[in-house]
């Protein structure tokens, strides 16, 4: 038994079976199941009923079959590639997409370090850097989808894809200074640590949406266009070219797409309650002296799956509320009102710290 | 509210078009999109709310389990009435035949074997694919032999051969269950004891 724990405890081996548990138990199945979610809810915000016909004899589940139904149906799908289309970037551009996705799940923690043990895959120094630098893989997926696919619309949405999510990248990385500024450091650990303080004795936590909610607000778009989701859809725009990028593919490869967008999706919800919903921390929890650990490490976890589905619930909501930019709109929003304001944003932040040390 | 000016363009003295000018509304609010969409976000996640717990603003009918009301003068598909001793009421008079604008009814007319029955259709077919369902038939009848009450709204059947109704199925795949009017359940009229006594067969013979 001892042995077997050494071989777990070893770090290699230790960091491939949480990778496997948070991927595989908490990514994954949370964006497999918001593809029916969005279906569903979207459903239920237009007052219609949504899928529910998948059924195994009586058994419907109430749409829940639809899951394995769709599943199915992709893998059982013909592979087409398209004539005069660049045959290996186009079979492998779905991948950075997903593998952009998951990655994301990296440095994000679920729970407490409970002695040496961490609920993260790994805590690396640049921290949210490191998302930055992934984040910008997820353009590969679209650019090279859209060029090798040899068809104007993937090439209009590639395109468009490249343009928007390069120019939001930007201040992307800068509305995220003032948490830098806020918290003093790039670390998650750290700004989820940071964010375990409270003001005026134990009465707000110091999150990072009190502390920071213009750059939440900032942030937030930033990532929704990202992840090139409504309002800004229009590098997949369905009322003008169609499909987008992923226009050409089928059966597993574009469910590689649509998968990829889900567990973004995920992803931009565990991203936004890391970093401005305290993480993990349950708020007013240390008033409890001597709570036995495995409660605090299941609440913590509770508390964190709590706000990322709530989030994951807001921005489809989001996506159902708001209509689409035009393309011109995204990009104006993006370099005349967004950048500024996240300079701004930094300015003033930089002088409250000031003033405040 | 946007303030809504009515202009008129004319083109040329040709046409005058009404245009519904709506002017834009700049300012901060409108600049920050964030009020509008919390307006918008409130209805949805009223919505939202609302059909998470007991779908209750769902206006969907799940078709094949639930069906719409059909109301009692819909004209659906036909079935020939029947007499109190249950033969049918269709006396062959060739009136919904002539009236038919699709030429759909076709009838054979014949003596019937009983004497107390004068004349009898042999045939009464009705090609459903040519019918146009205008109820002219019904209005045409004089002895409200042929009625559209059987409240079935879709026909859907895989070979032509099966839209040709023909009498005894017209008068046999009635199903009273199906129609919601009182005013037309067949309840009133005396059963016969037996259906094989009450139903002639296809040659409008009474089965003894």
Known sequence: ?357 | MPKLNICKYSSGGIMELKVKRVERVDGVKEAIFLPAIFNGLRLTVKHFWRNLFGARDVVTINYPEEKRHVSPRWRGRHRLTRLENGFLSCVACYMCETVCPSKCIHIEAGEHPDLSVEKYPVVFDIDELRCVFCGLCVEACPKDAIRMDTGVVSMAYTSRQTFDFTRDLLRDSYDPKLHSNPKYEDEDLPKPVKQSEALPNSQGIPAT
């Open chain 1, 1 to 357: 038994m001892d042995f077997l724990l050494e071989i777990i405890m070893t770090p290699a081996i230790l960091a491939c079976l949480k990778i496997a548990v948070i991927i595989l138990l908490f990514a994954m199945p949370l964006g497999t199941l918001l593809t029916l979610m969005e279906r569903k809810w979207s459903a239920m915000i237009q007052d219609r009923v949504g899928p529910n016909r998948a059924n195994i004899g009586k058994f419907t589940g109430n749409g829940l079959l639809h899951i394995a139904a769709d599943g199915l149906k992709s893998i059982f799908k013909e592979d087409t590639i398209p004539k005069g289309a660049n045959g290996f970037l186009y079979l492998i551009a779905p991948f950075f997409g997903l593998i952009a996705a998951v990655a994301i799940f990296a440095i994000i923690p679920i729970a407490g370090p409970i002695g040496n043990f961490t609920f993260q895959v790994t805590d690396v120094n640049p921290g949210l850097l490191f998302i930055f630098a992934i984040t910008s893989l997820n353009v590969y997926g679209a650019v090279l989808a859209g060029t090798s696919s040899n068809s104007k619309f993937a090439l209009l949405g590639g395109t468009r894809a490249s343009a928007q999510m390069i120019s939001y990248e930007v201040f992307m990385g800068l509305a995220l200074m003032g948490i830098f500024m806020v918290y003093g450091t790039t670390r998650v650990s750290g700004i989820v640590n940071g964010q375990n303080e409270y003001w005026f004795g134990n009465l707000v936590p110091m999150w990072g949406i009190f502390t920071q909610p213009l750059g939440f607000i900032l942030f937030f778009t930033a990532l929704v266009a990202e992840t090139k989701r409504a309002p800004f859809d229009a590098p997949e725009g369905e009322s003008e070219i169609v499909a987008g990028y992923f226009l050409e593919y089928s059966g597993m490869r574009w469910s590689a797409f649509m998968l990829a967008e889900y567990v973004s999706l995920v992803g931009v919800a565990a991203l936004m309650t890391t970093l401005f919903f305290g993480g993990y921390h349950v708020p007013w929890l240390h008033l409890w002296e001597n709570a036995p650990q495995w409660i605090v490490t299941i609440l913590q976890i509770l508390k964190f799956t709590f706000f990322t589905v709530v989030f994951c619930w807001f921005q489809i909501q989001l996506r159902w509320t708001v209509p689409k930019f035009r393309f011109d709109q995204t990009m104006g929003l993006g370099w005349k009102k967004l950048l500024p304001l996240s300079l701004v944003n930094i300015i003033v932040t930089a002088l409250v710290i000031l003033t405040l040390a």
